[in-house]
């Protein structure tokens, strides 16, 4: 499946009006605004459309961002100046989401052609290609020794990886047939999925036994994420909330107010600040005690949907249907217009 122009020129109305219209959400008014210290622009495919980014990854060093797009390339560039270093040629549709491996080796991609390819992540050089998989992939997620990849898809279930061989190890049922998030706590015990029944499924990666299912939304659910210390789980999706799931003996689940925006995407800076995007085309920063918006990343001019961060915490990358991957100091002060580049070619300025 391929967005076309004017289906992509749509979501990024969409967007636009939203943001006008509607607003932000709660303590927008005192938020700071920081814009981007880099804009990639991916530009337009061989048949003159827009390339719509899908997803997109940081290497652990910060070395390197790739994006996934809906022309069937997965791209990659240097962090540091915006150049374009290779274009993976190997899927024959939608890439939908792309991933880095915790120990910086590997570069996993999969898409609408119910593949996953894996990359060298120092030549971009194929490592190996999955078997035909039953549905199209939504997503990926690596556990934190690197040598398993979870991934999920359209339909009710999650496929493990070995990522030295490639053959699939193990399939688990899920809750929805329609399941669009994956994630595994850093510790690496706890891996957690949801997708169209806004309902998280929970396991114990040690066992591979069924944890809990825990009711979230009754709609879907885009994005799930762990905290760094593995006590909370972010849920968020197509609901007015953000669930923020307490997984500790004693703990008690909070909410934040999503609205006006769809959540398509969300990270943990660390374990007290959340950073939030979607369809009203900004990135909230949150302070989880307070609950509060303390920062907004502003300048996409389509929705945002995906998010990732370097090891530091430093350095913040987004990826939106408005062609442009963002590329965030999260230290900085906005100060500075950002540096362009294009791709192909060099950076502009």
Excluded at 26 to 38: E, G, H, N, V
Excluded at 119 to 142: D, I, K, N, R
Excluded at 148 to 166: D, K, M, P, W, Y
Excluded at 296 to 321: F, I, K, N, R, W
């Amino acid at each position: 499946m391929r967005i076309t122009a004017a289906s992509a020129r749509w979501w990024i109305l969409c967007g636009a009006i939203v943001t006008a219209c509607c607003g932000l959400r709660p303590s927008a008014a005192t938020a700071d605004a920081l814009q981007a210290t880099r804009v990639i622009e991916c530009g337009l495919d061989d048949d003159g459309r827009p390339t719509v980014v899908a997803g997109v990854t940081i290497s652990p060093d910060g070395r390197s961002i790739a994006a996934a797009c809906d022309d069937h390339l997965v791209r990659v560039w240097d962090a540091a100046t915006g150049q374009l270093r290779s274009s993976l040629k190997a899927h024959s549709d939608w890439v939908r989401t792309v991933a880095f491996s915790p120990d910086g080796q590997l570069l996993a991609s999969g898409g609408n052609d119910r593949t996953v390819r894996l990359w060298s992540a120092a030549s971009s050089e194929p490592v190996f290609e999955s078997p035909e998989l039953t549905s199209a992939v939504a997503a990926v997620s690596f556990h934190p020794n690197s040598q398993q990849l979870a991934v999920v898809g359209f339909c009710n279930s999650l496929a493990i990886i070995n990522t030295s061989s490639g053959e699939i190890t193990q399939q688990l049922e899920c809750s929805s047939s329609d399941v669009r998030a994956v994630a595994f706590s850093r510790d690496g015990l706890r891996m957690a999925v949801a997708g169209r029944d806004g309902n998280i499924r929970l396991w114990n990666v040690s066992t591979g036994a069924l944890e809990r299912d825990i009711a979230s939304s009754q709609q879907r659910i885009r994005t799930l994420v762990f905290s760094p210390d593995g006590t909370r789980l972010v849920a968020a999706g197509e609901g007015v909330m953000i669930h923020v799931v307490d997984l500790s003996v004693s703990g008690q689940d909070v909410s934040l107010t999503a609205r006006p925006a769809k959540v398509l995407a969300a990270l943990f800076i660390d374990d007290q600040t959340l950073a939030t995007a979607g369809s009203d085309n900004r990135i909230a920063i949150w302070n989880l005690p307070t609950r509060e918006v303390k920062r907004e990343l502003v300048g996409h001019t389509g929705s945002v949907s995906s998010l990732a961060c370097d090891a530091t915490g430093a350095t913040l990358v987004s990826g939106s249907y408005d062609t442009t991957v963002r590329v965030w100091n999260l230290a900085a002060k906005n100060e500075l217009q950002p540096s362009v580049a294009r791709t192909p070619g060099e950076a502009t300025r």
